[in-house]
């Protein structure tokens, strides 16, 4: 049982940092490396509001704040960096282009927060903030690990009701298969891509938020460790595919836990990504994903 | 949605991949000014240094150590006429980076000895070829094991066997019985003391060690390695992990309801614990040096760090990074020569005696390894505080 619930909470921090990113890279086709900055920063800004200001701040204020500065890093790297490279590289450049400018990017926010804290972990704990540890089944869970699985299934579920039932989720997923038609048809391309992008940066600045707050402390570099098990779990739950992440964030978080306590640590990445070479040989796509059609 | 094909979702995966791969009071006691005929006008010697990524805590404050260091040894004309010049390069705790800038500060002939400030697994990426390519080496913030690896390494830090057994005697007077370990298994210093010398320590000062878990420098949610240890019954906990993880694992352990005590490595100093609030309250580690050192020379330096470092206080890895100048500086002085063999011949010498104006105290070196006496320290829930050895 200890097990399953330590997977769960595993599998939503995973959950909430991967939404974003597979969102944008199965729509828009913008595979966003400063993600893991723009978390991590998202969190350090409220950390700055916190000493800055040397007063307590309740969760709702932080995650609003982190969301917040989430939303305008990534608006602002896709309105400056992404989106005239999108519209200057020719198609077969561009997402290599996007990738470097991304891996360029993310180290913008690293340096500066490790500048500023001099490469030391910093936290948001703070008086104003009540963490309470409750114990499930006998196991102990704090108050903000069981909000971070709430909020990472809200989230799942709102962003596959929006895709799925809205006229703007519609647009996107029409982007997502072609989108010069989808212009053709009316689709407000840039403006469709900016929202993503800002949704992303919400998602990642919440995430950023509560994950530092769950364990703790933070370093400029976390997001970095992440981003690497953020795209094992989009390549295993298949790019774009909203419960796809979710399964990924499952069977990564489920590996990890399971052989973190059985085995020992030391194995834990080669295992889990072995897990993956052997699902990418059968299903390449990713568990949910979709063969690739090719157009002639 | 977007159709992904299997060489695109494999491109980004590998990319992933490859992504995811620190005086004026402290003069020498030989601070003649002599001539150094057979020096150049300048000569410059090469840093590796952590300044960014994981450990850029440690880096930052060792490049710290050395620019004091320097400014001492220019300013009291130690090389007599010529220039002590350091060329810094960020490493970035990568231990990829660290091959690749130590095979180029070999390959440039003009450098006559290379310092890295990094730790163990980052310095083991360099020493080999310091050692293959003859190239004096002064380790200041690793480990021996996978770093001492022959007659051109020097390291700095006193071994952690020595270290650990004023940590397991502060167990002891505690009277801890029931030992678990937590520890990074991609640092072999962290995976030493767990493996080998907590177990060499246990009977001696009456532990049993209950549990040993390893967890990767990456793993960044601990529940379920606390848990583990927790329900193994241990009554004190070793944190062989630094930075970010070791503020989390205190943090969980207290949540999880773990009221007895920790003991780290000096890892945990300079306020990493700080983020773990109220549940950090009382982990104590051995260490080198501590600011909080009632030890006239420690105390002296600490005061010159803070004026020079806006009230920053030094941890040891300010100490090694100046000791490390230091020792280069008498090796090249001793030489009177920049050529490699003569500098190695010079460090040589120079480690024979005990090195006297460290901020760590009277420094002596064994098979190239320096040792000083050491003190326990603890934090308070705000501060760094000396404990009284028991």
Request: glycine content about 12%.
């Amino acid at each position: 049982m200890h097990e399953i619930i330590y997977a769960t909470t595993l599998a939503s921090v995973y959950l909430m940092f991967a939404l974003g990113l597979s969102i944008t890279w199965g729509t828009i086709d913008v595979l966003n490396f400063a993600h893991g900055s723009i978390f991590m920063f998202s969190a350090f800004s409220v950390y700055l509001m916190l000493e800055h200001f040397d007063t307590g701040m309740g969760l709702l204020v932080m995650v609003l704040v982190g969301a917040g500065v989430g939303a305008l890093l990534s608006g602002a790297v896709h309105l400056l960096a992404f989106e005239p490279l999108r519209r200057r590289a020719n198609a077969r450049d561009r997402e290599m282009q996007m990738l470097i400018v991304g891996v360029g990017l993310s180290a913008v926010p690293v340096a500066l927060a490790n500048k500023i804290t001099g490469g030391n972990p910093f936290g948001l704990r703070n008086d104003a903030l009540k963490v309470e540890t409750l114990h499930i089944l006998g196991v102990p869970i704090t108050s903000v690990q069981l909000i971070i699985m709430v909020v990472a299934f809200a989230m799942a579920v709102a962003v596959q009701q929006w895709l799925r039932s809205s006229r703007h989720g519609l647009a996107l997923r029409a982007i997502g298969v072609d989108d010069e038609t989808s212009s053709m048809m009316g689709v407000n391309r840039s403006r469709l891509a900016l929202v993503t992008m800002a949704g992303a940066g919400v998602m990642a600045g919440l995430a950023g938020v509560l994950v530092s707050l769950s364990f703790g402390a933070m370093t400029p570099s976390t997001g970095d460790f992440l981003i690497l098990k953020a795209f094992a779990v989009i390549i295993i739950g298949g790019v774009g595919s909203v419960t796809g992440v979710v399964v990924g964030a499952f069977v990564l978080a489920g590996a990890e836990t399971l052989i973190l306590t059985f085995t020992g640590g030391t194995w834990v990445d080669a295992m889990s990504f072995a897990l993956i070479f052997l699902l990418l040989l059968v299903r390449p796509q990713g568990i949910f994903g979709r063969r690739a059609v090719v157009k002639t | 949605m977007k159709r992904v094909t299997t060489s695109r979702i494999a491109g980004a995966g590998i990319l992933a991949l490859i992504l995811s791969s620190g005086l004026s009071a402290c003069g020498s006691d030989d601070d003649d000014g002599a001539a150094s005929s057979g020096l150049p006008a300048r000569v410059t010697i090469k840093a590796l240094s952590d300044l960014t990524g994981a450990t850029a805590f440690l880096g930052k404050q060792a490049e710290n150590g050395m620019r004091i260091a320097l400014e001492e040894i220019n300013g009291q004309k130690f090389l007599g006429d010529t220039r002590l010049e350091i060329e810094t390069t960020d490493l970035g705790s990568n231990q990829q980076t660290s091959a690749s800038e130590a095979a180029k500060a070999a390959a440039d002939k003009s450098v006559p000895l290379v310092i890295a400030n990094t730790v163990t697994p980052i310095a083991a990426a360099a020493a080999p070829i310091m050692q293959r390519q003859g190239v004096p080496f002064i380790s200041s913030l690793s480990g021996v094991l996978g770093v001492n690896l022959g007659e051109y390494t020097y390291i700095l830090p006193t071994p952690v066997q020595s270290m650990q057994k004023l940590a397991a005697g502060y167990l002891k007077s505690k009277g801890t019985t029931k030992l678990g370990i937590l520890y990074d298994s991609s640092n072999a210093t962290q995976q030493d003391i767990a493996e080998k010398i907590y177990p060499g320590l246990a009977d001696e000062y009456g532990l049993t060690i209950v549990e040993t878990i390893a967890v990767n420098n990456n793993t960044v949610d601990l529940s379920a390695p606390i848990n583990k240890l927790l329900g193994a019954g241990a009554d004190a906990i070793f944190l062989g992990v630094a930075g970010a993880q070791a503020a989390t694992a205190v943090q969980q352990a207290g949540e999880h309801g773990f009221t007895g005590n920790f003991v780290a490595t000096a890892g945990v100093a300079g306020g990493v614990l700080k983020p773990a609030g109220k549940y950090a309250i009382g982990v104590t580690w051995s260490n080198d040096f501590s600011a909080v050192s009632t030890a006239e020379r420690s105390k002296s330096f600490t005061e010159v760090y803070k004026s020079k470092y806006n009230g920053e206080a030094p941890i040891q890895g300010a100490a090694y990074g100046y000791d490390a100048v230091w020792l280069a500086a008498r090796a090249i002085k001793q030489a009177n020569s920049v050529n490699r063999g003569d500098v190695l011949k010079g460090l040589q010498e120079v480690t024979s005696g005990t090195i006297d104006n460290s901020p760590r105290g009277g420094v002596t070196f064994k098979d190239r390894v320096s040792y000083s006496t050491g003190l326990l320290v603890q934090w308070d829930g705000t501060k760094e505080v000396a404990v009284p050895q028991p």
